[in-house]
Every structure is written in C-alpha cells, then in structure tokens.
C-alpha cells in the first residue's frame, strides 16, 4: 500500500506541497481541532506543519524515499553477505576465519558515532549516500547466518552426489546450494530491509539523515526540534509514525509468510 501511495500519490496530490510555505500553517487533520480553535479541511486532510508544508504531500515522498533506503541497504548488505557468506561457509580454512574476523570487528565499530563524524565532514548526505553507509554495517549479520547454512549444507547427500559427478566449486554453490537457500535469503532480505528503514529513521530523527530530502524520519526530526507535542501539534508527530507502524507490520507479516515456506516444520505446525 505504501509503494502504491509513492508511485501513484504524486498524480493525485501535489507534491510542490512539501516545500515551505505552501500552506496555512499547524492546520489539524481533518475532524480534528487545533488550539486555535482551527478545524481540518479537505485541501490538506492530514495537516501542516508549522513551516507550512502539508503532511498528506510529505507522506507521499517522505515514505517511498525512506523505503528506498531500506531496500537499497538491504540489498547491499545481502548481496555482501551472499558472496562472502558462501566464500567462508564453502572455502573454510584460513579464508573462513578472515571473513570471520573482519565481520566481528565491523560489529564491533560503533556505527552511529562514525556516522557523526561522516555527517560532520560531509555537507549533505543523500539517500544512496545513506543506504551505503548502513550497508556498511548491516553486512556481518547476514554473511555470518549464511556461512553457516552453506557450511550444513556442503556436506549434505546431493551436494556430495554433485562432487563425485565431477561439478566445479561454482556449480555447486550457485546450482545446488543457493536453490535451496532462495526462502531463507527472501527472509533475510525483507528482514534486513525493515532493520534499515528502522536504523535510517533512528538516524534521521538524531538529525544524521538527508536535510533536503523529505523522509519519514526528517519529518520526526523536525517535529521533535519544534516541540510538536508541547505546541498540541500532535499529528506531526503521529502520522509519520502511524506510516512506519504501517510499513513495519506489512515486513512482519510478509517474513512470517516466508518463514513458513523455509521452515517445514513451522509451516506442518500451522497446518
């Protein structure tokens, strides 16, 4: 629902909305009244703000461009971990304990104070800018579960019919291995993407995310810096939290979907 409301909400809003002073300012919602005794209208049925941006046109950029991050940081980090993951879990040896080692001590680095420093020495950080820095740091994770699914599965029955007929290294990781490891990389993938936007909005609302760009988190940031809720500008704050909660439930609901189809035995239990 979100994706459909970013692809198709820029033809039936206007989007020039977003930019300051287009609107009254701190209207409510519509049914709502504000402590100004103003009452919510159709021309903006989510609100403004008090710069006069209006909230229907930044959840219609600000939520697609927050999902944008996350996907490109999860792909990133997933296709980091896929190669390294299946290097590690098949190679083993010396190369295994490398990959290892360098993924502990990426997890080991505080990644929100290096994005301090980045912020501080970088005038603006853009969307891609941000989903590479969290790729950055999201990799470990996956590339350690992967290396030990493809270390439970190099030694299975087919992978060892596949050596004795003579397949390459690569045959067997890419024709035998990642076929069966198609569900578990999905759930991975959506579950690393709801782990970024998170990640992305924390950052955003601490003010480290893109300024120019609209985002559910800048919006936060900006609600929070201007005491939304002590001004009874609740909605500032509410609906962009209302569209993550959204966004959150539809990952979850999804990743238990493809947990039942990697996992025969969750799925026989709900049978």
């Known amino acids: 629902m979100i994706v459909l409301i970013g692809i198709f909400g820029r033809f039936l809003w206007d989007t020039e909305l977003v930019y300051v002073g287009k609107c009254p300012l701190n209207l409510p919602p519509v049914g709502f009244e504000n402590s100004r ?12 703000e008090n710069s006069g941006r209006d909230m229907l046109a930044l959840t219609i950029i600000g939520a697609p461009n927050s999902l944008l991050v996350g996907f490109v940081a999860a792909a990133i980090g997933i296709g980091i971990g896929i190669l390294l993951g299946f290097i590690s879990g098949f190679i083993g040896g010396l190369t295994d304990d490398l990959i290892r080692l ?29 989903a590479t820095l969290l790729a950055a740091f999201a990799w470990p994770g996956p590339t350690l579960v992967i290396r030990g699914q493809v270390m439970s599965m190099r030694e299975s029955g087919y992978v060892q019919m596949a050596r004795l007929s003579g397949a390459s290294p690569l045959r067997i990781m890419f024709g035998e291995i990642m076929p069966n490891l ?14 970024s936007i998170l990640a992305a909005v924390g950052l955003e609302t601490l003010g480290l995310g893109p300024q120019r760009v609209p985002t559910l988190g800048g919006t936060l940031y900006f ?3 201007a005491a939304a809720l002590l001004r009874n500008m609740w909605w500032w704050l509410g609906i962009p939290i209302f569209i993550l909660s959204l966004i959150f439930m539809g990952f ?4 238990l979907g493809l947990d039942e189809i990697a996992n025969p035995r969750l799925r026989k239990a709900t049978e």
């Open 223 to 225: 609600a929070l810096e």
């Open 252 to 255: 979850l609901l999804i990743n």
């Open 37 to 48: 005794g103003q009452t919510g209208t159709w021309a903006h049925p989510f609100g403004t």
């Open 102 to 130: 360098l993924a502990g001590i990426t997890i080991t680095v505080p990644s929100l104070l290096v994005l301090i420093i980045i912020q501080s020495l970088v005038e603006q950080i853009g969307l891609f800018t941000m």
């Open 182 to 195: 198609l569900p578990f990389l999905a759930a991975s993938f959506i579950g690393s993407v709801s782990g």
